[in-house]
């Protein structure tokens, strides 16, 4: 019926198939997950929770719910889980509703350091509603300053501290922010969007067991469909679910819970388990193939999926890098660095992260040959040739590696 989406639809997937994406938010899902989000099941209003609906017909909806939040809850070891979130940004929105007053005071990281716009970044509204502090890195270091972190605590006397990073490549030590939070009587949230699949498959610490809220997207490192689920402790389930519906959302996507659903079953695979752990191994090949060849990366290295790299060094800027590489095959985002002098439109950094070029199977190997084309790429920064070779190469090497996962029922 409509030429122009089906062709918008497979330029999209030859895109996917035949680039090298290192983009550390992005993820090739299941054909089972997209199966779910694009069934009927998206045909269905539920308003309300399991059982509690203000429509009727929602006997099977309901079961799909259920199952989505046993899941989670199993998956994380959490008390609470609420799977309707349509977003990363709403969900933590949720959790400062539900439990902060306007004008109250949040302690969160800076975004320019690695934090994230929804964790109170004077662009969002998060940052008006709220009285937001940031801790940062530390200048040497890069690494997050647990000490400063205590400090500004003690000063700003935060009702709630907000864990989590979208550009932190080491790991975090959520127990160290539970201690702070309990000396000034803060509440903890921990947004894991990005790590949510290396914590459940093993590769990096469970903040539940220190947090009082954990919000996540499901279709980052998860690999699950595009949204978000929280989960808390009892105490603070109803308010939490209140906040969601009505406080905050209407009808929630049916489908793209059921998606989610699927998407806690096949994480709590042992094959999902491997794969976190293959994501975080691809991380650090690369990071150190590219070190090899004279890369300065923030933090000086990774323990997760993603790491920065720092080209102030090279004279290149992180938006001119990004837009050679595209051109060449190798989709990733410039970002800012700690302390960076460049805007966030120009940059000094780029990001690179490892969970698509996984899923698709490859290996530390693979990692090397990828670093070989970024510095190809990025030593001949003004050459069109180069790029339209490298993008040949890739082009033919990508036809190599599927990019739908096939996650087997374990049971
Ligand atoms: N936009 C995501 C990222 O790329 O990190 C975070 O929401």
């Known amino acids: 019926m409509d030429p122009n989406v089906a062709q918008i639809i497979s330029d999209e997937e030859r895109r996917e198939a035949e680039k090298i994406i290192l983009i550390a938010s992005e993820n090739y899902v299941s054909q089972a997950v997209i199966d779910a989000q694009s069934s009927v099941l998206a045909n269905k209003y539920a308003e309300g929770y399991p059982s509690r609906r203000f429509y009727e017909g929602c006997e099977y909806v309901d079961e799909a719910e259920s199952l989505a939040v046993k899941r989670s809850k199993e998956l994380f070891q959490a008390e609470h889980s609420n799977v309707q979130p349509l977003s990363g940004t709403i969900a933590n929105l949720t959790v400062y509703l539900a439990m902060l007053k306007p004008g109250d005071t949040i302690l969160s990281m800076d975004l320019s350091h690695g934090g994230h716009l929804s964790h109170g970044s004077p662009a969002s509204f998060t940052g008006k509603i709220f009285n937001a502090y940031h801790y940062g890195v530390s200048r040497e270091t890069h690494l997050i300053d ?17 864990v989590g990073a979208s550009s932190y490549s080491r790991t975090i030590d959520f127990e160290r922010f539970r201690e702070i939070a309990d000396e000034v009587g803060a ?11 290396l914590v459940a498959a093993g590769v990096h610490p469970n903040p539940v067991p220190f947090a009082d809220f954990v919000t996540s997207t499901t279709h980052k490192t998860l690999r699950g469909p595009r949204g978000a689920f929280i989960m808390c402790k009892r105490e603070y389930a109803s308010r939490i679910d209140s906040t969601v519906f009505p406080g905050l959302q209407g009808g929630p996507f049916m489908n793209i819970i059921a998606a989610k659903a699927v998407c806690f079953k096949e994480a709590k695979t042992e094959q999902f388990r491997e794969y ?84 698709r199977g490859m290996r530390e190997r693979e990692m090397e040959r990828i670093a070989e084309w970024i510095d190809r790429v990025l030593l001949n920064i003004d050459d069109l040739l180069v790029r339209r070779q490298v993008a040949a190469e890739v082009k033919e090497f990508c036809a190599e590696y599927p990019i739908r996962p096939f996650v087997k029922d374990e049971g």
């Open 146 to 162: 647990y000490e400063e972190v205590r400090t500004m605590a003690r000063k700003v006397r935060p009702k709630m501290i907000v």
């Open 276 to 359: 976190g752990k293959q994501i975080v191994k691809n991380s650090k090949a690369l990071c150190e193939a590219m070190k090899e060849r004279g890369y300065k990366i923030v933090t000086g290295s990774t323990d997760n999926h993603l790491f920065l790299v720092d080209l102030t060094d090279r004279g290149i800027t992180g938006r001119d890098a990004a837009r050679a590489l595209d051109q060449a095959g190798i989709t990733l985002n410039k970002n800012v660095i700690p302390f960076d002098t460049q805007s966030p439109y120009i940059t000094s950094g780029i990001r690179i992260g490892t969970p698509i070029v996984t899923t």
């Open 187 to 197: 509440l903890v949230m921990c947004d894991i969007a990005h790590i949510a699949g």
